[in-house]
Structure formats: C-alpha cells, structure tokens
C-alpha cells in the first residue's frame, strides 16, 4: 500500500527555521516526483518545492526560492522540505505529494495521485 506519512511542523519564530519529513511507504522514490503543498488560511492550496524522480531537478516558487531545501533519501523512503529565514507568510498546512513520473516536476496538483495527511507550521511570535 502506497502512503505518504509527514513528520515536523510546529511553531516558529520569524527568522527561523523548520525541517519537515515525509515518510514515503511502498514507494520506488526514483520512480516518483515529490512535491510540497502549503495552504495557509482562507487561501488555496500553493505548489512550494517540488523534486523530480531521477533526483537531479528542483523547482521552487519565487516565495521560497533561496531560503527552502527539498530533498530526498532513497534508501530511507523519505522526502524532506527545509525551511529557512521563515516569515509569517509562510504560515499554513504542508502537504507531500507524490506522483509516477520522470517528466520534470511541477505544482498542478491534480498531476499528484497520493498525499500525506498534512502538517501545521505556525510562523509567530
């Protein structure tokens, strides 16, 4: 059975940083594109990072390009988002998403066939 588990989230300060997991069970990681979702309130749900299946391409939304890591371990089955220099924008739920492709990756969610249940990141003083 396929199933995306996420693991971080939390309350942080602005300026600080989040490291957020997602346990990918049952999957091939190499043969997937992993993507991070966030929705913060009363908005609609925004691509934030995204990693191709092969490892070798990531994409980022102008709003975290050069302050956001995403990242994979294959023998781990897990996908990670580091979140650095966080701002209260940044506040919202984070989903993983996954999908069987070796196209690029991208942020049009409905290309994404399993999702992870979700993960608060609160960006506060």
Same mark, same amino acid.
């Given at each position: 059975?396929?199933q995306l588990v996420q693991y971080g989230?939390?309350?942080?300060?602005?300026?600080?940083?989040?490291?957020?997991?997602?346990?990918?069970?049952?999957?091939?990681?190499?043969?997937?594109?992993?993507?991070?979702?966030?929705? %913060?309130?009363?908005?609609?749900?925004?691509?934030?990072?995204? /990693?191709?299946?092969?490892?070798? +391409?990531?994409? *980022?939304? #102008? &709003?975290?390009?050069?302050?956001?890591?995403?990242?994979?371990?294959? %023998?781990?089955?897990?996908?990670?988002?580091?979140?650095?220099? /966080?701002?209260?924008?940044?506040? +919202?739920?984070? *989903?993983? #998403? &996954?999908?069987?492709?070796?196209?690029?990756?991208?942020?049009?969610?409905?290309?994404?066939?399993?999702?992870?249940?979700?993960?608060?990141?609160?960006?506060?003083?």
């Amino acid at each position: 059975q396929l199933q995306l588990v996420q693991y971080g989230g939390g309350l942080v300060k602005p300026g600080g940083s989040l490291a957020l997991s997602c346990a990918a069970s049952g999957f091939r990681l190499d043969y997937y594109n992993f993507a991070w979702f966030r929705q %913060a309130p009363g908005k609609d749900r925004e691509g934030v990072a995204c /990693l191709t299946s092969s490892g070798g +391409g990531a994409n *980022y939304v #102008a &709003a975290v390009k050069g302050r956001s890591i995403v990242s994979k371990i294959n %023998a781990e089955s897990t996908v990670y988002l580091q979140l650095n220099n /966080l701002k209260p924008e940044d506040t +919202g739920v984070y *989903y993983c #998403a &996954a999908v069987y492709s070796g196209r690029p990756c991208g942020f049009h969610m409905d290309e994404y066939d399993y999702w992870g249940q979700g993960a608060q990141v609160t960006v506060s003083n």
